[in-house]
């Protein structure tokens, strides 16, 4: 169990634990780096890490108050993890990388070649990575080249790079990219919409919704921001965007009351940064429709007890941020859009962490 | 806005909420609490309240300290906010009463009876509520005797106390009844489903799965406390009950793998207390399965990572505390299984808070 050249790699990963032994990689204080696939695995040639903003923020501090710098840092975490993942905020970020060698029974074995460019679409923090070395850290895009080897579990999520896109444009839609393909597998045509929150999930499911709800059916959004609501607005997806801040229940519900003639939501996304929205969501949708939460500052409780207490026995999902394809799913939505790849543009000075 | 003597009473309750005026009533610090049920409210005589586990200790707490008995406290409050939520916890509770007045357009019109004895299923955090008197303070069942009038809008969950069955059954019953109802209304015959927890909720599911899947389908339990496990298997309703922590996903995934030859659950049912149990409900899913997370110690972020991370694209949902006629499908199932009902009663002693 504690070593990688046991028989039968793990799918997700525990064959590479080693403190404490066997358990979920994410959790392992250690994992063994040893830079080659097993038979399941692959190993990929790293050209850059994506640092994870409260980690890189963190490092900063350390540099400051230490004096070692956030380049010797991370040397240090990776050294003695086997992963980087930040001792104290717990948080990772992701990795950019060539594809170097292809388990022969890992499920992309055959369709994918060596040389491939690919980012992860998981956190670093269950990782295997060793490093040859570090180069240029950007603090304005938190990005630090490095080169080295990390290794990708049979469920290691990655998506291959588009050539057509660039680079950040394509990191930010693989970010946010479980959101619209949860739109387009859960919208049904004639269904009335409503995003709440136009950052880039937002305008991503404003695509989503529009394609999928057709002529018939229509896609509303809320936003707090007079400028991102306006942004929004031109690209012409809604039938209405609302200058609302989703704090605000009463306000949502009249809003929407009106603009549905009281019918309210079959779907209702949430995809705001702000916590207290639950109850506006819940609002909003319809006794028989269905609010998908992709916020991170969604409180479970919340949630639950608002629905309740409202008596709305609205289906209420957790945004799963998997959905198989979906990081194709966004690039495509991008290459059919070309004002909402335009405004990512805009807004994707930085990738995600 | 601000008076219930105003046109349109709304069936959220917004008109009786005074500090700030028009918002939802939970929110608000003070509410109108006249006890007159307007055209779509209920008026209701109360017998007891039953305070929220956190605000009464908070209460008891307060009464070494200040002296002030927990009696006068709730009187004060009750008094100062016309609704029974304590101030330091945010909490409420819930009430007993008679129905003493149903407004002509509240939709419970025609068929509810004044004098029939309800139970509110919402906090009295929302319950607009005026005391005349408090009598007995039960500390082992943090149960008030009281007596005043309650206002229930026309969106306010209540229950018809049952004459067939303990009131402290049906009490906890309610208490839970949102989970039993999912499973009935998301299980499939032949599905496999896992419920994680044998507590009460657990074990209404297990008898609501039973039903459903019927015997070409398999229930199955997980339970880290042996005495639980062994008070749930005696029941006879599931396939197999593992004596097991859902914190350790790896040997919840082993046991799970075993029980399945691998394929998993259609259905994960989390009602389980303790927190650090998503990722393991989300492995022992199938990947076009479901989890339903009903258990309030649930991480939003931790299930939609945890998914994410495994690549597992399970569908989560949060579980909502109503589906639709849930008490009595609640009581119905305890009238079915003799045996959970005795479970039932001998772990009800003291009603949920």
Do not use: W, Y
């Amino acid at each position: 169990m504690t070593s990688p050249h046991s028989s039968a790699p793990h799918p997700f990963g525990l064959h590479r634990s080693l403190e404490p032994p066997g358990v979920l990689p994410q959790i392992a204080r250690r994992l063994d780096a040893t830079p080659r696939a097993l038979a399941n695995e692959i190993a990929v040639s790293v050209r850059a890490l994506s640092i994870d903003s409260a980690s890189f923020r963190q490092l900063r501090e350390a540099e400051t108050a230490t004096g070692e710098s956030v380049r010797d840092q991370i040397a240090r975490i990776v050294r003695e993890r086997g992963k980087m993942q930040n001792p104290v905020t717990g948080s990772g970020g992701m990795l950019l990388g060539e594809v170097a060698q292809v388990g022969p029974e890992h499920p992309a074995a055959g369709g994918l070649k060596p040389g491939t460019p690919i980012a992860t679409l998981v956190s670093l923090t269950l990782t295997p990575l060793r490093l040859d070395a570090i180069g240029a850290v950007h603090a304005a895009t938190e990005r630090v080249e490095a080169t080295g080897t990390a290794i990708l579990f049979a469920r290691t999520l990655f998506a291959r790079l588009p050539d057509d896109l660039p680079e950040d444009v394509a990191l930010a839609a693989f970010d946010v990219a479980g959101a619209p393909a949860a739109v387009l597998r859960d919208a049904k045509p004639g269904d009335t919409v409503l995003i709440i929150g136009t950052g880039k999930a937002g305008l991503l499911c404003l695509a989503a919704a529009r394609e999928r709800v057709g002529e018939l059916g229509r896609v509303l959004a809320v936003e707090p921001g007079a400028a991102a609501a306006e942004r929004a607005s031109r690209l012409g997806l809604a039938d209405a965007i609302f200058t609302l801040d989703a704090r605000d229940p009463v306000a949502m519900l009249d809003a929407i009351e009106a603009a549905t003639n009281g019918r309210l939501a079959d779907l209702v996304v949430n995809v705001a940064n702000a916590s207290g929205t639950e109850s506006a969501s819940v609002l909003c949708a319809r006794d028989d429709g269905a609010v998908l939460f992709f916020g991170m500052a969604t409180s479970f409780s919340a949630a639950a007890l608002g629905a309740e207490g409202l008596a709305k026995p609205t289906r209420l999902a957790i945004g799963n941020g998997f959905v198989p394809g979906h990081d194709r799913t966004a690039l495509d939505l991008l290459r059919r859009h070309a004002p909402v790849a335009r405004a990512f543009a805009e807004l994707s000075g930085r990738a995600g962490g």
